[in-house]
């Protein structure tokens, strides 16, 4: 509507059952605060939208940052008399921040055989696994009522490789909350290249060691909770990458 202020967009995050196997308890939405509290500075988020004539205010409601939720409705005017009720942000507006602010390592790829590959001689492909680990941090999120923290957890659970256009994924699994690499080294992950690089860039410049671009995608599988019984969920997937050169060579044979 004419003269209020935009809301930012939402991603798809929903709430799902807790690591613990109890019954989540979904997001508080809406969950309005004071708009100046969320944008920062002096503003109060505008002249009211028109058809308001008595004092009032603009309100953010959190639910919009991060989560898709029936209720979240962005930014709202509300009249003095009638003001929202406000409360303290919910878990999972707390496990939203936990989750931007995981520090996750990239991969390191690991291909046999390194270096220079053959056509139709299957390509090995690992990661190394220090990667396969668990990584986790707390947050909390507070506005005016009061504060909320959650934890976020990262594990490793598939590996996303592309070769020469292609896509192969080596999946994981878990054990007593941990993860397990898809395979021990060099990998049960394999790739058959059926043309050569001649074809492709150099990384140097060399027409020799023309070669395909060769990335590791990790997904990492994120869950959050709290110390409350029943709050937790499922986010989002996380995701690093690393991106290798692999020089692919034709080896003609001749039969005599």
């Not at 021990?184 to 990384?203: E, H, I, K, N, V």
Request: hydrophobic share 30%; glycine share 10%; proline share 14%.
């Amino acid at each position: 509507q004419p003269g209020s202020p935009g809301g930012p967009e939402s991603t798809g995050n929903t709430a799902n059952p807790s690591p613990s196997g109890g019954v989540p308890t979904p997001p508080k939405c809406p969950d309005y605060v004071p708009y100046a509290s969320v944008f920062g500075g002096p503003t109060d988020g505008g002249p009211p939208p028109p058809g308001e004539t008595g004092p009032g205010m603009w309100y953010f409601d959190l639910c919009a940052k991060g989560f898709t939720q029936g209720m979240a409705t962005g930014v709202n005017w509300f009249p003095s008399s009638q003001p929202p009720t406000s409360s303290a942000p919910s878990p999972a507006t707390a496990a939203a921040k936990a989750r931007s602010q995981l520090q996750l390592p990239s991969p390191t790829p690991l291909l046999s055989p390194s270096g220079t590959g053959f056509v139709n001689l299957p390509e090995q492909l690992a990661v190394d696994p220090a990667i396969w680990t668990v990584v986790q941090t707390t947050a909390q999120a507070c506005n005016a009522v009061g504060c909320t923290s959650a934890t976020a957890s990262a594990v490793p659970s598939e590996v996303v490789w592309t070769t020469d256009g292609h896509t192969v994924t080596c999946t994981g699994s878990f054990a007593a909350g941990r993860p397990v690499p898809p395979a021990s080294l060099p990998g049960s992950c394999q790739y058959t290249y059926r043309l050569s690089s001649a074809s492709q860039s150099s990384p140097d410049g060399l027409p020799n060691d023309r070669a395909f671009p060769v990335t590791a995608s990790v997904v990492w599988t994120v869950i959050w909770w709290t110390a409350a019984p029943g709050d937790g969920g499922i986010l989002d997937a996380l995701y690093t990458s690393t991106t290798v050169p692999l020089r692919v060579a034709e080896v003609e044979s001749v039969i005599r």
